[in-house]
């Protein structure tokens, strides 16, 4: 059975940076993509990065481009999320997630997903 286990995240001022990493243990693993998510108290969870595996191509919400960068180490089962310019409007529980059993679904729907992690907090103040 496969996990995922979120770190790296944290208190930090706006205009900083943090990587969050996404590290899955448990084999075999395989994935067809992977994503990050967050959510924010009082509201819905939404997808900001995917990657895909194979080619490795990415997609970005559009209220994080130019400021995160969704990348991958596979040699390390790690996910990577690098995160510069922190907004205060990015505080938010951050989740990784694997898509491991292939659906046809966009990179943004939940439902896409089959694992999750438990999440790693970041706190972004003015």
């Known amino acids: 059975q496969v996990q995922l286990v979120e770190s790296g995240g944290g208190s930090v001022q706006a205009g900083g940076s943090l990587r969050l990493s996404c590290t899955a243990s448990g084999s075999p693993y395989s994935y067809y993509s992977m994503a990050w998510f967050r959510q924010a108290p009082g509201k819905e969870r939404e997808a900001v990065a995917a990657?895909?595996?194979?080619?490795?191509?990415?997609n970005y919400a559009d209220s994080v481009k130019g400021r995160f960068t969704i990348s991958q180490d596979n040699a390390k089962n790690t996910l990577f999320l690098q995160i510069d310019s922190l907004k205060p409007e990015d505080t938010a529980m951050y989740y990784c997630a694997a898509e491991r059993v292939r659906r046809p679904r966009t990179w943004r729907d939940i439902s896409r997903y089959d694992v999750w992690g438990q999440g790693t907090q970041v706190t972004v103040s003015s």
């Open positions: 990657i895909y595996n194979g080619g490795g191509s990415t």
